[in-house]
C-alpha cells in the first residue's frame, strides 16, 4: 500500500537537544511539506520541498532544519534554538499540482519537550 | 493574516441532522478550496474539493458550495452520523501559479450526538 509515514508516533525530549523527525513516502510524489498542528492555531507550514535537494522556508521555519536528499525522504530537525517545540508533526506529500492530487498526510508524530 | 478563516471552532449537531461548516477567505486568486477531515492523533484525509469555476460539488453525504462574490465557502454533511465527529479543516490554493502549499484554516471541532 502506498503511503507516507512518519516515526516514531510519540517522542521525548530535554529541553536543548536537538531532535529529527522521520518522514518517508512510497507515493512517487515530488513535493513534501512539513505542518506544525497546535491546538486552536490549525495548522502551519514549517517547510515544503518540490524537488530534491531543494526546499523553501514556510510561515513558520525559524528553530527548524530540513533536508531533502531523496525523493522519499524528508526529515524535520527541531533545533535547540525552536521555543516552543512541543506540538504535533505531520508531515504530507503530493504531486507537483496539488489540484490533480490532494495533500496525502502522514499520521503525525506528538513531541514532547520538556 | 489569516487568509483562510474559520470561525467556528465548534458544533454541536444531532445525528441525522444536517452539519453546517462555514468557511471564509481573503485571497480572490485562491481557485481551489479542500476540506480534510482530521480524528485526534492521526493525519488529516482529504474530503471533497471545488474549483473555483463551479458553486456545488457533491460526494455522497458531503456537499461543498462556494459563493465567489462572498469569498465564502461551506460543508454541508446530511445526514450527520456520530463517526463524522472530527476537526474539519478548509484549505485554499493558487492553483494556476504552481504548486504554493495548501493554507489552511484553524479548524471547526464538529460533534455529532446520537
Known amino acids: 500500500d502506498g503511503g507516507i509515514t512518519q516515526s516514531p508516533k510519540y517522542l521525548f525530549r530535554k529541553e536543548g537537544q536537538n531532535v529529527t523527525l522521520s518522514c518517508e513516502q512510497n507515493?512517487?510524489?515530488?513535493?513534501m511539506y512539513w505542518y506544525r498542528q497546535d491546538p486552536g492555531q490549525g495548522l502551519r507550514l514549517i517547510y515544503y520541498?518540490?524537488?530534491?535537494?531543494?526546499?523553501q522556508k514556510g510561515d513558520i521555519a525559524e528553530g527548524y532544519s530540513v533536508s531533502r536528499e531523496k525523493k522519499e525522504s524528508f526529515p524535520l530537525t527541531v533545533t535547540s534554538a525552536q521555543k516552543n517545540p512541543t506540538a504535533f508533526y505531520l508531515c504530507?506529500?503530493?504531486?507537483?499540482?496539488?489540484?490533480?492530487?490532494?495533500?496525502?498526510f502522514g499520521n503525525g508524530t506528538r513531541l514532547t519537550v520538556t | 493574516d489569516q487568509q483562510v478563516k474559520q470561525n467556528s471552532p465548534s458544533l454541536s449537531v444531532q445525528e441525522g441532522r444536517i452539519s453546517i461548516l462555514n468557511c471564509d477567505y481573503t485571497n480572490s486568486m485562491f481557485d481551489y478550496f479542500l476540506w480534510y477531515k482530521k480524528y485526534p492523533a492521526e493525519g488529516p484525509t482529504f474530503l471533497i474539493s471545488i474549483s473555483s469555476i463551479k458553486d456545488k460539488n457533491e460526494d455522497g453525504r458531503f456537499t461543498v458550495f462556494l459563493n465567489k462574490s462572498a469569498k465564502h465557502l461551506s460543508l454541508h454533511i446530511v445526514p450527520s452520523q456520530p463517526g463524522d465527529s472530527a476537526v474539519y479543516f478548509c484549505a485554499a490554493i493558487v492553483r494556476i501559479s504552481g504548486n504554493t502549499p495548501l493554507v489552511f484554516g484553524k479548524g471547526t471541532r464538529l460533534s455529532v450526538i446520537a
Open positions: 520541498s518540490q524537488i530534491v535537494n531543494d526546499f
Open positions: 504530507a506529500s503530493s504531486t507537483l499540482r496539488v489540484g490533480n492530487s490532494p495533500l496525502h
Open positions: 507515493l512517487n510524489h515530488d513535493a
